[in-house]
């Protein structure tokens, strides 16, 4: 299983929308990520809008592809496009991993 | 057990020896962490020196203070600290968690 953290950027004004949708994210949705190796999934976000994302999965390309590939991703993805400050792109297709420096288990 | 983010800024011009130090972080220390409940704890690098911690902890604040007080967390964070926009501050009083909004088993 490999450890994955990546950084987005929220829109400093639709904060609070944003976790409102993230308590109630379609069980189609949770369950596509399940499926496609998303495990240990976490969101976290500071004040100013630096959402960072950490998971573990076997594989973190065949993850953000499996996803990519289903239906209920695109939907999601389209929906959540105006909370990020990335000119509409899908948050999916910005998620660069971070190095990892240190980890004790 | 809870999951815990924060954010620190790692000095630009010190990054490669920052990873280098955490390559081989003192026996004692990785102990200490365990023995004060750090679990499945990584840090995150990016390029600008952006640093993300991840940990999953019982209680962070008691992990915070039982680090804090030992012998070899102050020998750790006081050679650390020339390596943090912090103005020489120990790391481990800056470790604000920020807000989890999303988490999936």
Chains 1, 2 share one sequence.
Not at 19 to 35: G, N, S, T, Y
Not at 63 to 71: C, R, Y
Request: net charge negative.
């Amino acid at each position: 299983m490999k450890r994955i953290c990546f950084l987005l950027q929220v829109k400093r004004h639709r904060l609070e929308e944003y976790k409102q949708r993230h308590a109630q994210v379609w069980p189609e949705m949770l369950q596509a990520l399940r499926d496609t190796g998303w495990h240990n999934y976490s969101l976290f976000l500071r004040d100013d809008g630096l959402l960072v994302g950490y998971l573990e999965t076997p594989d973190f390309e065949a993850a953000l592809k499996g996803m990519a590939a289903t239906e209920i991703n695109a939907r999601w993805q389209t929906q959540m496009a105006e909370f990020f400050d990335m000119g509409g792109e899908h948050a999916d297709r910005a998620m660069q991993p971070l190095t990892e420096v240190f980890h004790l288990d």
